[in-house]
């Protein structure tokens, strides 16, 4: 069965430092991958989009990395910041042609001080 | 805001009640979405509209029922709920179902118990 899984419950960063968060996928074949944001007791916000023949996609101090053979996708966040910190969720489109984003579980990040 | 406004933010109801979730969307979408996310759970899409059309029923009980009267509102009513449906409900949106940018934007969501 498709399977999305994300690193961990908890990740603890130091400010300043960088955070690294993973995506595995099985039994997907998709043609993009998307990460998301979010807050407590609000819906997810849309972060970046990374397509099969991208290798990696940046914007401001985001950097998303997408390896097909891995099945694998990394999201960086450099220099991050008390503010950085939420949960963090991949998106696959739905297999089979389905309509919908599939979501993993999410990666809670917290930076500290 | 997203531009996704969903009400009510919080909703408690017995199970033997009847209740609507309403959500609608001033972003010019084609495409609406409910997804469910109960504690420790990854996000489950409930159901899809494409143009008012409904394009994905995940095997959700009838006790949920969707409506999408036309491509900004989106609802979806409850009736004789279990406590195990407590979650928070999100809905969605998107220009259209299916495309290759189908980035979602989220409203805040429906916090929903039931006793």
């Known amino acids: 069965s498709q399977k999305i899984e994300q690193n961990s419950e908890a990740l603890n960063i130091q400010e300043g430092k960088t955070a690294t968060l993973t995506c595995n996928y099985t039994n997907y074949s998709p043609a993009y991958l998307q990460w998301y944001r979010q807050d407590p007791g609000r819906g997810p916000v849309f972060l970046l989009l990374i397509r099969e023949n991208e290798k990696e996609k940046r914007k401001e101090r985001l950097k998303v990395t997408f390896d097909t053979t891995l099945k694998q996708s990394l999201f960086h966040i450099t220099a991050s910041q008390p503010a950085d910190s939420a949960t963090y969720l991949c998106a696959l489109v739905a297999g089979g042609g389905a309509d919908g984003l599939t979501f993993g579980k999410g990666t809670h990040l917290i930076i500290q001080p | 805001e997203t531009g996704v406004t969903q009400t009510p933010r919080h909703l408690v109801m017995g199970m033997t009640n009847k209740k609507s979730l309403k959500c609608e969307q001033h972003?010019?979408?084609?495409?609406m979405y409910w997804y469910k996310q109960s504690a420790k759970k990854p996000l489950e899409l409930m159901f899809v509209y494409n143009f008012k059309e409904q394009t994905e029923n995940n095997s959700v009980p009838s006790r949920f029922s969707p409506e999408c009267p036309n491509s900004s509102h989106l609802f979806l009513h409850l009736h004789t709920l279990q406590p195990e449906d407590s979650a928070l409900y999100l809905c969605?949106?998107?220009?259209?179902?299916?495309?290759?940018?189908?980035?979602?934007?989220f409203g805040s969501g429906t916090q929903l118990s039931v006793l």
């Open positions: 969605a949106s998107s220009q259209k179902a299916g495309d290759s940018n189908e980035k979602l934007f």
């Open positions: 972003l010019g979408h084609n495409a």
